[in-house]
Nanobody, 126 residues
Framework: VQLQASGGGLVQPGDSLKLSCESSGFTLEHYYMGWFRQAPGKEREGVSC????????SYASSVRGRFTISRDNHKNTVSLQMNSLKPNDTATYYC????????????????????WGQGTQVTVSS
């Protein structure tokens, strides 16, 4: 299993970024997928989750309305569109493979994921 996150960078407050996660080594359409982030000195935080079909999504309250998760199972990719970025969005962002098809009530907890990508850095600063 490989998960390759990309798309991070340095942006100003209010800007947008789109993160991508390219997957290989497993059948993406069989699993929910999530995005997490971790800022220096803080715990890893669940950002968003998308079900295997893409029909159901979940978001942390801190990003709801600004971030949109999506997936293309044919292209083996999961994306996170981030709009209206704020300085406290600064973190390393990770994509992760779930353990079944549906994001459960604990989707935001790391043990609900089997595999992790290497992370991509997002820095929001003026």
């Amino acid at each position: 299993v490989q998960l390759q996150a990309s798309g991070g960078g340095l942006v100003q407050p209010g800007d947008s970024l789109k993160l991508s996660c390219e997957s290989s080594g497993f059948t993406l359409e069989h699993y929910y997928m999530g995005w997490f982030r971790q800022a220096p000195g803080k715990e890893r935080e669940g950002v968003s989750c998308i079900s295997s079909t893409g029909i159901t999504t979940s978001y942390a309250s801190s990003v709801r309305g600004r971030f949109t998760i999506s997936r293309d199972n044919h292209k083996n990719t999961v994306s996170l569109q981030m709009n209206s970025l704020k300085p406290n969005d600064t973190a390393t962002y990770y994509c992760a493979r779930g353990i079944s098809r549906l994001c459960g009530d604990r989707w935001f907890q790391a043990p609900e994921y089997a595999d992790w990508g290497q992370g991509t850095q997002v820095t929001v600063s003026s």
